[in-house]
């Protein structure tokens, strides 16, 4: 079956307000910025997000918040968006944080089909309010939920046109869990390839799991913090 769409705005055409979204990548490496960008022509509002962080200003994720299409985030590390403090600070903005690991987890569960799982991670602390606490091996745990969403935005290296994915690098942190989790996965890749153009012993992503696949192109790849070591004399 060929899942491509024509463009990252066919993609997501039918994601309606108020839908939860995952969204791959760590800071501003990985992510899907095209079918970011596409869901921000789109205009859609309410969004409850689940992410690793939230971008920055103008950038990834950002471009969604800097326009007041976010709800609320689920997200390990914020510290790079000043809108996102902005609207946090004037309660507009619904957060949830959760460790990165803890995070990581959530969402594999949720694609696994578990339901809850217990973690020392956060016990004793702001994480661990209101949630079930229980002692495993002598050591106090807290209960945590899966994590599931109506839509996720991946993104991947390669893909062929049944969907398909390998990942590269840093594209291979959130993204492959997230395409499992979620109703939804809808794919952005920078190489599309005809079904049988990829090794199957290097296939992180199963076809099975992608309804929609497609090519993006002249990607910004942009920097959060560019750090450049100064020239020896």
Known sequence: MDKTVAS?????????????????????????????????????????????????????????????????????????????????LQGLLDVELCPQGTLAERIRAGGAGIPAFYTATGCGTKVAEGKEVRVWNGRPTILETALQADFALVKAWRGDRTGNLVYRKTTRNFNPMMATAARVTIAEVEDLVAPGGLDPDHVH????????????????????????????A
């Open 205 to 232: 992503t199963p076809g099975i799991y992608v309804k929609r696949i497609v090519l993006g192109t002249h990607y910004e790849k942009a920097i959060e913090q560019r750090t450049v070591r100064k020239r020896s």
């Open 8 to 88: 990252a705005d066919a993609a997501v055409a039918d994601i309606p307000d108020g839908a939860t979204i995952m969204a791959g990548g760590f800071g501003l490496c990985g992510i899907p910025e095209k079918l970011i960008a596409a869901l921000h022509r789109r205009g859609v509002k309410n969004l409850s997000l689940i992410s690793n962080n939230c971008g920055i200003d103008g950038k990834g994720l950002g471009l969604l918040l800097d326009a007041g299409q976010v709800k609320k985030i689920t997200a390990s590390y914020v510290g790079e968006n000043k809108t996102f403090e902005r609207l946090f």
